[in-house]
């Protein structure tokens, strides 16, 4: 995945205008692997939620709606293929500068634990389809029956 912190997009942003640099820009942050973005969610909050990692075929056997149901999960190929491998040389050279992940990460956790409640299921709402509990369990069983 490929993601930017808002406050390192906010700084970059004025850094182009306090230099006049114009022209067109990657502003993302450098790749990293879903894993290492979700590791350091569950170490800052505490839990112990176990990843199961099922190959890429699976999931398309089995019609997962990809960026919909499993969000910033895209097979590499097709339309999609690349996606989280945007070259930001162009914007580091001109100051973008983003803050490790696990900053990232951390900082999104402690944001998302001072919501109330009814916030918090109004942004589950808002982001809806997600992939439902019922059919990722059933998806789970599927796959660990296949490895028996």
Known sequence: VQVIDVRDLANFIVTLAENA???????????????????????????????????????????????SELPVVVPDEGESKGFAETST????????????????????VDWWKQQSQERKDSLWVERAPFLKEEKEQSLLEKWAAEQA
């Open 21 to 67: 640099t114009m022209g067109p820009f990657n502003a993302v942050g450098p790749t990293e692997t879903l894993p290492k973005v979700v590791d350091a969610a569950k170490e800052h909050a505490g839990v112990k939620t176990e990843l199961v990692f099922v190959p890429m075929k699976f999931l398309i056997d089995n019609e997962v709606g990809f960026w």
């Open 89 to 108: 040389e162009r914007a580091f050279a001109a100051g973008l500068k983003p803050r490790p992940i696990e900053e990232t990460t951390r900082d999104t």
